[in-house]
């Protein structure tokens, strides 16, 4: 831990290992004891949050996003568990549960009237999950066990999880279109090279990252980046969704500059099952 810490501090340092880093550690450490066994017993649960048209405000898909409510410590939060289960490889287990349990989930809703035809669902894919030689195996398997439309899947995919292999990322992806499955770039406009290979990507969506969204009306820097992605996306055929919306301000100035989709707390917040089921029926 002192070698890893001194190396991020640059050539010819030295650090001691103290006390907080030896907290930090067994920190980890219990963490990651903890996540194992969650993944044994699949102590996880699904959230979702409605994606919307910006104009009508019609539900057209849900992203499932996963929670762990800890027994001891209520809700550990997905940015705190989910990098430790990429690096433990326990992503993989915990991504193919999600995959499957989103799948099945909105077919249920599906034949109980509770969504409409066309609504689909989203489910994040790590960069393991991409990089993985079983991903279209698995994706055919969940689909077959869920009687569920490949269109109605999509499956989103950061930046850079794709510039981790791209030419790997780019030959997993068209097998996974291939089948009829979506694809989106999450969390659009935060990578380092997103012009330079996003018109070799076969995606159908980029999600505006919340970080600009949330920037708008005031700041004329975010709503040119927003007018940008839009345009450039709009250019390669593909959809946009902003994350974040929370006013109906933004709302309105996104619809203006093109956007169709959003996506916040504007419209609902993550949502249990059952909350999901009052809040479309209400």
Not at 5 to 33: C, I, N, W, Y
Request: charged content about 25%; hydrophobic content about 40%; overall charge negative.
């Amino acid at each position: 831990t002192a070698m890893y810490r001194a190396k991020s501090q640059g050539t010819a340092r030295h650090q001691l290992f103290d006390s907080p880093m030896h907290a930090r550690v067994v920190s980890l450490l219990l963490l990651e004891t903890d996540l194992r066994r969650a993944v044994e017993q699949r102590s996880f649960i699904l959230k979702y949050q409605p994606i919307v048209e910006l104009e009508s405000r019609t539900t057209v898909g849900l992203e499932a996003l996963i929670r762990w409510p800890h027994p001891a410590r209520r809700s550990i939060p997905r940015e705190e568990f989910l990098p430790l289960a990429e690096e433990t490889g326990l992503i993989l287990p915990i991504g193919w549960w999600a995959l499957q349990t989103a799948t099945t989930a909105l077919q249920s809703w599906r034949l109980g009237g509770i969504v409409t035809d066309g609504v689909s669902v989203s489910v994040n894919l790590s960069g393991r999950q991409l990089a993985h030689p079983e991903l279209p195996a698995q994706v055919d398997r969940v689909l077959r066990e869920a009687d569920l439309d490949p269109t109605l899947l999509r499956l989103e995919i950061t930046e850079s999880a794709v510039i981790e292999n791209r030419d790997l990322a780019v030959e997993a992806l068209e097998r996974i279109k291939e089948r009829g499955v979506r694809v989106d770039i999450d969390d659009f406009g935060t990578g380092y090279s997103s012009l330079s290979y996003l018109h070799r990507l076969p995606i159908d969506r980029v999600k505006i990252d919340r970080s600009f969204v949330r920037s708008l009306p005031g700041d004329a820097d975010s709503m040119e980046i927003v007018r940008a992605i839009v345009g450039l996306a709009d250019n390669l055929g593909l959809e946009t969704v902003a994350e974040g919306v929370e006013t109906e301000e933004q709302a309105a100035l996104l619809a203006d500059l093109g956007c169709r989709l959003g996506q916040g707390y504007l419209y609902a917040r993550p949502l249990s099952a059952d909350e999901l089921r009052r809040h479309l029926s209400g």
